[in-house]
């Protein structure tokens, strides 16, 4: 599902671009977005791109710094240009919005309306959404901000919650 993720919103990822990672993780889809948004410079002097990657599980977002810097990524998790924050992903992260993509990796009930509000004109957001059957929308945002949606596909992805009802599922 990565590779569908990234190949949907490719049109959308260049150098550059901001993108936001809602359901981080482990950082891997941070770590891609990141080398097709980054400077395409070699002295660095292109446009340098940022990755906010967002999970409400603290210690994934330890985890996931961790899986960058040992994936060569420190400078640019240093220098602010890949941002790992934990927070609810369903409220987004308004303080590096607009974003030019969005890509969201468990599925929300419905649409959210915070992640809409935060995508850039023209943008375009890949997420599942539904309870019990799902599917995969693209949600694309025009220059004059209209919004339309298409679905994609029928997937089986975990919901989009919060810290807390995560860990009482499991605990």
Known sequence: MHAEATMNLLPFLKPGARVLDVGSGSGYTAAIFYHLVRSDDSAGNGPPGKVVGIDHMPDLVSWS???????????AVDKGEIEMV?????????????????????????LPEALVDQLKA??????????????????????????????????????????????SRFF
């Not at 992903?89 to 607009?98: I, V």
């Open 65 to 75: 710094i961790e899986n960058l810097r040992k994936d060569g990524l420190g400078p």
């Open 122 to 167: 023209p943008g375009r957001m890949f997420i599942p959404v539904g309870i019990g059957a799902q599917k995969i929308y693209q949600v694309d945002k025009d220059e004059a901000g209209n919004v339309q949606t298409k679905p994609l596909l029928d997937v089986m992805y975990v919901p989009l919650t919060d810290q807390e009802k995560q860990a």
């Open 86 to 110: 934990a927070g609810d992903g369903r409220k987004g992260w308004p303080p590096a919005a607009p974003y030019d993509a969005i890509h969201v990796g468990a599925a929300a009930p419905e």
